[in-house]
């Protein structure tokens, strides 16, 4: 198994109800993980993907970029989805991460790849390593986050974001 991220957008009204009442969020995933169109299941890919994007993984943590998965802005700080809480943005946040990410191109990212300072890193998964296919599937999870966020900000939608 391992640490999946998964990322799903919602309306703000979806997103205070969560807010309001953290229990309304864990029976949705429940019931509905990973399916439909506002859903992004990014696999193990998470952390390598936050490696491109801002050098060190999930270790960097200060990056403007990490907040793609971990805004610091959580549902509800007592609530456990397998790997902590629920992280989420705001429309507002969704739009100006969306334009951020927008500005990156993906053959760029992939010149970004080094397994051996991701395993240096300890980047999740460990055991990086030179074969291209690795960094390929980086590239193309990208280009899903990156169209993901993009739909969501035409939308005026929040983000939730979890570790499960």
Aim: aromatic share 10%; net charge negative; charged share 20%.
């Amino acid at each position: 198994m391992g640490m999946l991220a998964y990322l799903v957008r919602v309306d703000k009204e979806t997103l205070d109800s969560y807010l309001a009442d953290s229990q309304l969020l864990e029976s949705m995933i429940e019931n509905n993980q990973g399916l439909g169109p506002n859903w992004l299941d990014l696999d193990k890919s998470w952390d390598g993907l936050l490696f491109l994007l801002n050098g060190e993984g999930m270790a960097n943590i200060d990056h403007p970029l990490t907040s793609v998965l971990f805004s610091d802005q959580v549902i509800d700080p007592d609530q456990d989805l397998g790997y902590g809480p629920a992280n989420y943005l705001l429309p507002e946040q969704v739009k100006d991460l969306s334009d951020q990410l927008s500005l990156i191109i993906p053959s760029e990212l992939k010149q970004r790849y080094d397994p051996q300072r991701m395993n240096e890193c300890q980047v999740y998964p460990t055991g990086w390593d030179t074969d291209h296919q690795l960094s390929d599937f980086l590239v193309e999870s990208f280009k899903e986050l990156q169209k993901f966020y993009a739909q969501s900000a035409v939308e005026g939608l929040a983000i939730i974001s979890f570790l499960s």
